[in-house]
């Protein structure tokens, strides 16, 4: 079901950052070949040794090695990747660049980071993986535009001086309602399969509430009994990538303490999520159920690419937009197609670039919104070129920075995920 994942040559621990003599290992796997260059978004827009797959090497072997101190400079660098892990797909050598970079980022946190950003990695990191605080935080937006002070804001042109601010801002056009709950428990229909847990996440249980209701129908449409464990926390995503590594194992750890055992899968529908419950078998290896947590998590796409669901004619040209993590985080490429093939009546068509990251990578286009913004617009004239209704992708940082960017430029393109077109075919009665 999963296709092959190459994760030989990962650094077994992280604990002593960079200088791990493991980790060095891993770095000095790197040949200097080259091969990643053409595929790193950030070297394709900027053109600049420093910011591809082997400049970045390169710098973090200088710091592992004791030649370089961790500088502003390199930090820039660094903070300019995506964590697409692009490079991590074509490297020939085996470069574990994903954990790689979660290693250096941590070493980076650990030096200090100026006080400007802090505050925001204080909002960033203080709210978004606690549901509770993101549901008070999504309520006071609501109110703030309710009111009117999001058009006062926007008038007074202060958001020209915070773009940080300004990108946050552009990414929500409407705040959904938080006191919405999805069922606990779905029984299977028609043959039975199995059972499953989903992972609600922390941004898809709010913002896309609808997308976890029809995850839970389609998997229990194709014979999965289908539980959504409540108390359920933040899988840890953002401090992994974030190199928040101390957290992100706690996290971890009450996590998989949190999902039956008797499951046969647990199911993501953000690709994010995804990535790093998968991860959990490297960064939290000593821990059973992380372990266990890990081997058995399944993108939904896996478990309905050769589902027999009901599915009516749903008449649309779509095209795809592969989210980093899940095609070169998880290797999860041909599910997503061919689940979204077996609608009758909808014509997929390709997407030149699909795997080239839209921008979002996590909190990347609100930390650093002019890059992300250029490779927005790549991303949106891609889509363009493919006359598709619709583009569909699994991942919430993508769909909201998919839809902004069609927002902006005034498109007739709906901006979904698969599951929603599936959903939208499916002959389901409420019993
Ligand atoms: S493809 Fe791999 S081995 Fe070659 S330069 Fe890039 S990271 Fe190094
Ligand atoms: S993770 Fe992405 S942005 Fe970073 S070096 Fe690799 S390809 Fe480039």
């Keep these: ?44 827009t900027l053109g600049e040794e420093m910011d591809s797959p082997r400049g970045r090497v390169y710098l973090m072997r200088a710091v ?37 970079l979660e290693t250096a980022r941590a070493d980076i946190e650990r030096a200090g980071r100026p006080i400007r950003r802090r505050l925001m990695d204080a909002f960033v990191f203080g709210v978004f993986p606690y549901p509770q605080r993101l549901a008070i935080a999504l309520g006071l937006l609501r109110r703030y535009r309710r009111w009117g002070l999001q058009a006062l804001v926007r008038r007074s042109g202060l958001l020209r001086r915070f773009p940080r601010l300004a990108a946050m801002d552009a990414l929500l056009p409407e705040v959904p309602r938080t006191d919405f709950e999805l069922p606990e428990f779905l029984a299977a229909r028609g043959r039975a399969r199995g059972r499953v ?39 840890g995503a953002l ?37 790093a419950l998968r991860d ?23 478990l309905l690419a050769d589902a027999d669901l009901p599915l009516n004619p749903l008449p649309l040209t779509v095209t795809y ?36 990251c839209c921008g979002s990578a996590g909190v990347y286009n609100v930390l650093e919104p002019e890059m992300a913004d250029q490779l927005l617009a790549l991303k949106i004239a891609r889509i363009v070129e493919t006359g ?4 569909a992708t699994g991942n919430p940082g993508c769909l909201m920075q998919i839809a902004r960017g069609a927002r902006e430029r005034g498109l007739d393109l709906e901006v979904v995920h698969p599951v929603t077109l599936l959903a939208r075919a499916l002959r389901w009665e409420e019993r």
Excluded at 64 to 78: C, K, N, P, Q, S
Excluded at 263 to 269: S, Y
Excluded at 388 to 391: F, L, W
């Design 321 to 356: 937009h592969d989210p980093c993590h899940l095609a070169h985080g998880q290797r999860v490429r041909t599910a997503p197609r061919t689940a979204l093939g077996r609608i009758p009546g909808l014509t997929l068509v390709p997407l030149a670039d699909s795997e080239l």
């Design 388 to 391: 598709a209704r619709a583009v």
């Design 280 to 302: 959990y078998a490297h960064w939290v290896g000593d821990d059973a159920a992380a372990s266990r947590l890990a081997a058995r998590t399944r993108d939904v796409s896996e």
């Design 1 to 44: 079901m999963t296709e092959p994942r190459t994760i030989s040559n990962r650094p077994a621990t992280a604990k002593a950052g960079l200088a791990d003599p493991a980790t060095i290992n891993a770095i000095r796997s790197c040949v200097h070949c080259g091969i990643c260059l053409p595929v790193c978004p950030t070297y394709r």
């Design 64 to 100: 592992a090695e004791g030649r370089l101190d961790i500088t502003d400079t390199y930090t820039r660098h660094l903070d300019l990747c995506l964590g697409c892990r692009a490079c991590e797909t074509a490297c020939p050598a085996g470069v574990p660049f994903g954990s790689l």
């Design 197 to 235: 847990a989903l992972l609600v996440g922390c941004v898809q249980r709010f913002l896309f509430a609808d997308v976890n209701l029809d995850t839970m129908r389609l998997l229990a449409a194709a014979g999965w009994d289908v539980v959504a464990p409540r108390g359920q926390g933040c899988c």
């Design 239 to 275: 401090e992994l990538h974030g190199g928040r590594l101390d957290a992100f194992r706690v996290r971890a750890r009450a996590l998989a303490a949190a999902f039956p055992s008797d499951v046969d899968w647990i199911v993501t529908n953000a690709a994010g999520c995804g990535s």
